[in-house]
């Protein structure tokens, strides 16, 4: 895990401001292949009024952050989105009183959460429960002890699942563990972390009755093949329609078509890639596409309209689709 600082390349240029819990896209052009990645923002808007973003991103992975840990450096100049996304506090439906759950390495949002709090730019009571397989690889938790003993409005609970670590708590973090600090009674619920944990705690949680409104769910990132249906893995033809050209590329049954316009250098539209942000919104002329019912955002409209979003749709077959011109969102 590394933590990037990003500047704007332009020296006394401000940054965008942004609500903690958003993201940064980062696009890149690795050996002709052209994709972007989000990562969500681990800095507060103060350390923005400062000058800077951080990202916590991961090096694993086979593309994109291999390449970043091998060639990006000090004084590097990366290409970036606005800060975008969804996951974050709105004051006119939100409650006053946060609590959030973390899996693993996706708390990094949590950090932005909690560094606001601490340093007052956000106006909460925020108590983050942050659950990791094995304790030893705990993200934050003496930056979160810190911001715990600064400021009486935030509180960190940190959970192993599969052995003993001083000062954290042992299982994985259910409605039980979380009601013995508080009580879900009127509060916003932010969720990070795999599908898996946000289908068990949508269950798990729901005695709170929380309302929609008040229920967030980050976006998950990139989208693979689920273990259903069992596809066999073999190539077909995406013939793209853009900008008065044609272009025919090869892609893969257990990839999606966002992948195959990516590693063709075609430039897609894409900040979220998995379906919620809308900026790859195509047309399906002809052909099958399979997408996740899970990850399905689009209205009955845009079904019936035949639009999907090349990010979470993987094709069946050989297709035709109309993609969207770079600025039409």
Not at 64 to 85: A, C, H, K, R
Not at 186 to 203: H, I, K, N, T
Not at 224 to 238: A, I, K
Request: with cysteine.
């Amino acid at each position: 895990m590394r933590c990037y600082r990003l500047e704007a390349a332009a020296p006394g240029e401000p940054l965008a401001p942004f609500r903690p819990g958003q993201y940064l896209n980062l696009f890149y052009e690795i050996d002709g292949a052209t994709t972007s990645r989000p990562y969500s923002i681990a800095s507060s808007p103060g350390d923005r009024e400062k000058g800077y973003y951080e990202l916590m991103i991961h090096g694993g992975g086979s593309f994109t952050s291999p390449w970043l840990f091998q060639n990006v450096q000090v004084g590097s100049v990366l290409d970036s989105s606005y800060p975008e996304g969804g996951f974050c506090v709105d004051p006119l439906r939100d409650s006053h009183k946060l609590i959030a759950f973390s899996g693993g390495m996706s708390v990094t949002p949590l950090r932005s959460f909690a560094r606001a709090v601490a340093e007052g730019s956000l106006d909460a009571e925020l108590t983050v429960f942050c659950g990791w397989d094995d304790g030893k690889d705990a993200l934050f938790r003496e930056e979160f002890r810190q911001y715990e003993r600064e400021c009486s409005r935030f509180r960190a609970v940190f959970a192993s699942a599969k052995e003993d670590c001083p000062g954290m708590l042992r299982g994985y973090v259910d409605r039980g563990m979380a009601e013995r600090f508080v009580t879900g009674t009127d509060a916003s619920v932010f969720l990070c972390g795999p599908q898996e944990m946000y289908r068990f705690l949508e269950r798990e949680l729901s005695p709170w009755k929380i309302p929609p409104e008040r229920w967030h769910e980050e976006i998950p990132g990139e989208m693979h093949m689920p273990d259903g249906p069992q596809l066999e893995d073999r190539q077909v033809l995406c013939t793209v329609l853009r900008g008065g050209r044609r272009h025919t590329v090869p892609a893969r049954t257990r990839e999606t078509l966002l992948k195959a316009l990516e590693r063709a250098g075609l430039h897609p539209e894409s900040r979220c890639r998995c379906g919620v942000c809308g900026y790859c919104l195509s047309t399906l002329l002809e052909g099958e596409v399979y997408v996740p019912a899970a990850l399905d955002g689009r209205s009955g409209r845009e079904r019936e309209k035949r639009k999907i979003h090349p990010c979470c749709s993987f094709p069946l077959c050989d297709v035709v689709i109309q993609c969207a011109e770079p600025g039409d969102v």
